[in-house]
């Protein structure tokens, strides 16, 4: 499968190509996880996912800890029942 890649603008005003990591709800708002392509893949940013006045998705920082904290823990819990899915896959592939 192909990454998705996004391009999101910098603090300078440079555009800066992501690669999608993941997508998830928390309550009302949905969240990304991107991390830069040209990185070292040790950086991932966590951005709230809304919608400009056309109806396309704009990325935004999550500035309140409280809400930022929320967003983390669903994103292990997301990748703890992702691990354990193809833990239980893996498992189950050795039986045949």
């Known amino acids: 499968m192909e990454p998705e890649i996004i391009q999101l603008i910098d603090e300078h005003g440079h555009p800066v190509d992501f690669e ?32 400009d006045e056309d109806g396309n998705d704009i990325f935004v920082a999550i500035e309140d800890e409280d809400e930022f904290n929320d967003a983390v823990e669903a994103y292990n819990e997301l990748m703890e029942e992702y691990e354990d899915y193809y833990d239980e896959e893996d498992f189950d592939d050795d039986d045949e």
């Open 20 to 51: 999608l990591v993941a997508a998830f709800d928390v309550d009302d708002n949905r969240y990304a996880v991107v991390v830069p392509v040209d990185g070292d893949g040790e950086e991932a940013y966590i951005l709230r996912v809304e919608q």
